[in-house]
């Protein structure tokens, strides 16, 4: 059964530094998405990405934050310059129309 | 504001117990009503559902959305251990999904 991928599974940074998290959709899915769920909270939209370009964003989703997707297969969410609050799980998820299949999840740690 | 809001937060009933969680909501340009369960770690896909009135149901879970009172309610029949964890409700709007907190459901044996 296809499912979407995510790398690294887990990804230590120091403050300040980039991180890229990687994810793999379902091959014949148009729709991109990425959340967060910070330990013990709900999940949070971030971003939908349809058509090569981002089809909605919320608030979490601020100039730190940018979304590409470089190839016919990946997508990947970038911050830029990584602060304490970033910790979190970050999932990638992927829909056809609206159901959408969500990856592991990369859990990102900032010391 | 969009809201998703679920309830209860958490319950813990017994194998065999019959449970029923609530997820009332309000968004703009509402297009559908997701159910998802998680266990340690991604969320995975239970029910969606567009029309009001119309259950949908996967073995022992069904569920079913009002658009009038904006609410939908998930149904676990003859719960086993193997149903604990958080169900979460999510709405898609245009191009954005909005998650309630969860419920949180522990079966004890």
């Known amino acids: 059964e296809p499912e979407v991928t995510q790398t690294p599974s887990h990804q230590v940074t120091q403050m300040g530094q980039e991180v890229i998290l990687r994810c793999v959709p379902i091959?014949?899915?148009?729709?991109f998405y990425w959340y967060r769920q910070i330990l013990g909270q709900k999940v949070e939209f971030l971003v939908s990405f349809y058509n090569n370009e981002i089809s909605e964003k919320s608030e979490i989703f601020d100039d730190q934050f940018s979304v590409e997707r470089p190839d016919g297969s990946n997508f990947t969410l970038k911050i830029r310059s990584t602060k304490l609050e970033d910790s979190a799980m970050y999932f990638c998820?992927?829909?056809?129309?609206?159901?959408?299949?969500f990856g592991p999840g990369t859990r990102l740690l900032v010391l | 504001e969009d809201k998703v809001v679920q309830s209860p937060l958490s319950l813990v009933v017994h194998e065999g117990d019959t449970v029923t969680l609530n997820c009332s909501y309000e968004v703009t340009n509402f297009r559908s009503l997701l159910w998802y369960k998680q266990e340690k770690k991604a969320p995975t896909f239970l029910f969606m559902l567009t029309s009001s009135g119309i259950e949908k149901k996967s073995g022992r879970l069904s569920s079913i959305l009002d658009k009038k009172e904006l609410f939908s309610i998930l149904n676990i029949t003859a719960t086993q251990t193997g149903d604990s964890a958080i169900y979460l409700c999510a709405t898609s709007g245009t191009y954005k999904y909005i998650f309630g907190t969860g419920t949180r459901l522990k079966v004890l044996a």
């Open positions: 091959s014949n899915h148009l729709y």
């Open positions: 998820a992927s829909s056809e129309v609206e159901t959408q299949y």
